[in-house]
């Protein structure tokens, strides 16, 4: 055998005996008692790598525009946003798991199985930092996983799933230089990159762990005349010069939270979209941003918080509900904590 074909026989063994999201999903589905949970999160990855097709050839096929209306929310809806958003809506119903789906490009609550035993609520961002796609950086897709509480019933779906379902599943997609897939079932973390040769996505980073603190922040400063004191005042301090406590931290804001995020998880650091004059509950949709964000970035061991409270007990009122979110290593959270509450002291 010469050299190049010892590579392929490599290659094929390290593929032939990866862990692929398949395979994955369903051992820990098992652990967690859910089977059908597997199937689920695999369909919605399925959902992500049309959805990933889609995003690399948007400038190629036109799909860099708008559709001249706002989606639920206000933001003005990309044509990717729409295709996506019905690229999930088909696969979550050919699933047959899903009872009803949230989206943030869909004003009500979508029923698909409401009527069988269907278990499980999707709450989905089928685009995240849609604004990039004209500038073809990155884009992210985010969703939650909530269990019904009674199902087989299509009465009162959006009470149920405000008042009384629990969130079993969050994670995202990032559509970046790779195509990464994090999700959580509850307990740890793990991200998949995207094969693109055979379609598969592999394990990359196992178990992932957000380090206790970083060195790196990613906010909007060019609100920072909206800011509360207290937001300022943290922001000021990540811009101390000291380099003997770990200062000045490095900013770094991409305009798509996914991108901002992954780079948290993996090095450190927070991510902070502040209430602001302009936003006084904040811009982020908790029931598919917030809260299935904050459910992974626990289960990795970093923290999520409204800036006053666990993002996961921040009360759910509403399908489009936004709250204000920060997300990390859980010493700069806590640390943005204390900066808000003593400004507000
Ligand atoms: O809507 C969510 C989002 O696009 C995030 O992905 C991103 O971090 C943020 O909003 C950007 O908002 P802004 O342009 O107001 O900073």
Redesign the pocket.
């Known amino acids: 055998m010469n050299d190049s074909s010892f590579k392929r026989a490599d290659r094929a063994e390290r593929s032939s005996q990866a862990t692929t999201l398949y395979r994955h999903l369903v051992a820990r589905a098992a652990e967690r008692g859910a089977p059908p949970l597997a199937a689920l999160v695999a369909e919605i990855a399925y959902a992500a790598k049309l959805v990933a097709r889609e995003a690399r050839q948007a400038a190629l096929t036109g799909r860099l525009g708008t559709v001249g209306s706002a989606n639920a929310t206000g ?1 003005t809806q990309k044509e990717l946003d729409v295709l996506a958003n019905q690229i999930f809506l088909d696969c979550l119903d050919a699933s047959g798991l899903v009872a009803a789906v949230v989206s943030e490009e869909l004003e009500g609550v979508e029923l698909q199985h409401c009527r069988g035993d269907a278990e499980y609520f999707v709450c989905l961002d089928p685009v ?2 849609s ?1 990039n796609l004209k500038v073809g950086t990155s884009l ?1 897709s985010i969703f939650g996983v909530y269990r019904r509480t009674r199902p087989g019933s299509c009465e009162g779906v959006e009470q149920e799933l405000l008042n009384e379902s629990s969130l079993m599943a969050g994670g995202y997609v990032l559509y970046g230089a790779a195509t990464a897939f994090v999700y959580t079932l509850g307990e740890r973390v793990d991200g998949f990159v995207l094969d693109q040769e055979i379609g598969e996505f592999l394990l990359s980073h196992p178990d992932i762990r957000c380090p206790q603190s970083g060195s790196g922040y990613s906010i ?1 400063t060019g ?1 920072s005349h909206l800011w509360e004191p207290g937001v300022l005042d943290f922001v000021r301090h990540l811009d101390t010069v000291a380099p003997a406590a770990g200062l000045p931290y490095t900013l770094r804001y991409s ?4 991108a ?1 995020l992954h780079r948290i998880l993996l090095e450190g650091g927070i991510y902070c ?1 502040p209430a602001d004059k302009d936003h006084p509950d904040g ?2 949709r908790l029931l598919y ?1 917030a809260a299935p964000l904050g459910l992974l970035a626990e289960a990795a061991g970093g923290r999520a918080s409204s800036g006053r409270e666990r993002i996961l007990e921040v009360p759910r009122r509403a399908l489009h509900q936004t709250t204000p979110l920060a997300l990390g290593s859980a010493e700069d959270v806590a640390t943005y904590e204390r900066f808000l509450a003593e400004a507000a002291a």
């Open positions: 933001d995240d930092g604004s992210g909007n609100n305009g798509a939270l996914m901002d979209y811009k982020l941003e």
